[in-house]
Each structure stands twice: as C-alpha cells, then as structure tokens.
C-alpha cells in the first residue's frame, strides 16, 4: 500500500471510489464487503473523499488507519469535516492532521497513473469566519492555488481527476443557500483545465451529473457511504472505469440495487436523509425512518 504508483500497464484504469467510512459508525458488513472487493479485484487505486471517522476520536482513527493500510493498492484519502478534532479545540487549530500520523503519506496525495493523475483539492477547514457549524466546504484562496499548481505541471495530455470531501456546487438550486464558498470560481478553474471529473463524498448518496460553468462542462461524481448514517442510498462505492477519455461510474452495492437507481439528481446540502419537499431523494427511496445517530 504506497501513495505513489509506479508504471503500469495501459488500458483501461480501474478505479474504486469510497467516501465517507465514519469509523465510529462505519457499516461493518459494508467495510468487510469493500475490502473483499479491493483484495479480490485489486483495482488501479483506491480514492477515499474523506470523512474517515465520526467524530475524529482517536480510537475512531485507529481503525480507520488499520482499515487503509491493510490495503494493498495505491491509496489516496482527502480530509473530511468529521476528520478535524471536534471536542480538543487546541489540536483543532494547531495540529488538526496529528491522528493522520499513521497514514501521513496518502493524506491528500496526488496519485500518478498511466497518463492520469488523481489530484487533491482541500475543501475542510477549521473555521469559517462566515458561518456556523463549519460543516460544509470552503476552498481557500490557497487550496485552489495549490490544486491549480499540480494540474497545470502534468505534462501535456494527461487526463486530470480531482479529489475533494465536499462536491463543489455553491449554492442549492432549491434556495440559493450557500453551500461550498468558492465552489462556482473552482468549478470553472477546474473546467477550463478540461479536468475529467470532480471526485466527492460528503452526502452519503451517489451522483454523477454535469454542471454547466462559464468555462465548460464539469463532471460531478459523488460517492455514497459505507457508514451507517445512509441518507436515501444503501451503502456502496463507486467503481470507475477510464478508457480514453471516457469515463464511466457504477455505484456498486450489496442490496444490488441498479446504478441509476442509486444515484441522486442533485447535490443536496448534507447527508441529513432527506424530509423536507424538494430535497433530493434517489429512486431506490432508502430513506430510514429515524436520522441515523450522530453522537
Ligand atoms: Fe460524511
Ligand atoms: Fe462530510
């Protein structure tokens, strides 16, 4: 398990994208069947897009560290809002990556593969001066620039993923709330650059749609939850396959529900399972009757 990737053959690149394992609440049917499936399938790399753990407690991180390095592929893990120490506010603000120690090498590492590169985009923060809870995404000023610098030294040709915890859509289409601050100018930096897609978690359900930017299209995938907190999908994966410049994503699950019965229509503005009119809910319709436990 390294953070780098040597050659490979070419062909078609399979990737599997997890997202939001919440050791502390993880699915242990769901963990046990996707690490079956790495070790079965053994796929080009492993993209994780954060929240790792519940509440970013130790033990929680213990775990979620045994759990990744016992992978035998190429691993890379964003951060996640649940992965920034909640209750020690000092290691918050001074030292938010210490529980990482063990799996410091992967940790919003850029993945090289045969003419493609997986890129890190930071989208947690500490704090946001512009709102309470800091639950959802803002991209710095400094993070697009450090995101942007590894996209533009790829030499030419190589097809570009990026690699985030919150999908980057600004606002909710519902009522314009304010979703990831900064989202639109990333989406149109990353469009103008011809970025292959805009890997994500977050919400806890799959999606992969398109947004229209001022620059172009951009592909949106999201990846649903191996944790117990399901929004309206039962917990899965995605599985990408890139051949060429196509680029095709099945949200793999034990139920074997259908990909396009699994994946949602629109970036809603949490994991929350969705109770008000107008929130989005995939077609499989998995809501649970009680929000799931956040403790
Ligand atoms: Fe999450
Ligand atoms: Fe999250």
Redesign the pocket.
Same mark, same amino acid.
């Given at each position: 398990m390294h953070g780098k990737v040597s050659q490979m053959p070419c062909g078609p690149i399979r990737l599997f994208h997890l997202s #939001?394992i919440h050791f502390g609440l993880e699915d242990r049917r769901a963990i046990a069947w996707a690490k079956e499936c790495i070790e079965g399938e053994r796929p080009d790399a492993v993209a994780i897009t954060? #929240?790792l753990t519940m509440r970013a407690r130790s033990r929680e991180f213990k775990a979620a560290c045994e759990w990744i390095t016992a992978l035998d592929v190429p691993v890379t893990v964003e951060v996640?809002?649940?992965d920034i120490p909640y209750f020690n506010l000092y290691q918050r603000f001074f030292a938010p990556y210490r529980r990482f120690r063990a799996i410091e090498s992967l940790v919003e590492s850029q993945l090289d593969l045969p003419n493609l590169a997986i890129v890190p985009l930071r989208t947690?923060t500490r704090a946001q001066y512009q709102r309470f809870p800091w639950?959802n995404g803002w991209v710095t000023e400094r993070a697009l620039a450090h995101c942007l610098e590894a996209i533009d030294a790829q030499p030419e040709g190589t097809r570009v993923l990026v690699a985030a915890?919150?999908p980057l859509t600004e606002r909710r289409e519902r009522d314009n709330k304010l979703l990831t601050i900064n989202g639109t100018k990333t989406m149109e930096a990353l469009a103008g650059r011809k970025v292959m897609a805009i890997l994500s978690?977050?919400i806890h359900d799959p999606f992969d749609l398109v947004a229209q930017t001022s620059a172009g299209p951009l592909r949106m995938v999201g990846a649903g939850t191996l944790s117990r907190r399901i929004r309206s999908t039962p917990p899965s994966f995605n599985e990408i396959i890139i051949d060429g410049d196509d680029l095709r994503v099945e949200a793999r699950n034990l139920e074997h529900v259908a990909t396009p019965a699994m994946q949602i229509p629109e970036v809603p503005e949490?994991?929350l399972p969705p109770r008000e009119p107008g929130d989005p809910v995939s077609p499989v319709g998995t809501v649970p009757s009680v929000d799931p436990p956040v403790n």
């Amino acid at each position: 398990m390294h953070g780098k990737v040597s050659q490979m053959p070419c062909g078609p690149i399979r990737l599997f994208h997890l997202s #939001d394992i919440h050791f502390g609440l993880e699915d242990r049917r769901a963990i046990a069947w996707a690490k079956e499936c790495i070790e079965g399938e053994r796929p080009d790399a492993v993209a994780i897009t954060g #929240d790792l753990t519940m509440r970013a407690r130790s033990r929680e991180f213990k775990a979620a560290c045994e759990w990744i390095t016992a992978l035998d592929v190429p691993v890379t893990v964003e951060v996640g809002n649940h992965d920034i120490p909640y209750f020690n506010l000092y290691q918050r603000f001074f030292a938010p990556y210490r529980r990482f120690r063990a799996i410091e090498s992967l940790v919003e590492s850029q993945l090289d593969l045969p003419n493609l590169a997986i890129v890190p985009l930071r989208t947690t923060t500490r704090a946001q001066y512009q709102r309470f809870p800091w639950s959802n995404g803002w991209v710095t000023e400094r993070a697009l620039a450090h995101c942007l610098e590894a996209i533009d030294a790829q030499p030419e040709g190589t097809r570009v993923l990026v690699a985030a915890h919150h999908p980057l859509t600004e606002r909710r289409e519902r009522d314009n709330k304010l979703l990831t601050i900064n989202g639109t100018k990333t989406m149109e930096a990353l469009a103008g650059r011809k970025v292959m897609a805009i890997l994500s978690g977050h919400i806890h359900d799959p999606f992969d749609l398109v947004a229209q930017t001022s620059a172009g299209p951009l592909r949106m995938v999201g990846a649903g939850t191996l944790s117990r907190r399901i929004r309206s999908t039962p917990p899965s994966f995605n599985e990408i396959i890139i051949d060429g410049d196509d680029l095709r994503v099945e949200a793999r699950n034990l139920e074997h529900v259908a990909t396009p019965a699994m994946q949602i229509p629109e970036v809603p503005e949490n994991a929350l399972p969705p109770r008000e009119p107008g929130d989005p809910v995939s077609p499989v319709g998995t809501v649970p009757s009680v929000d799931p436990p956040v403790n």
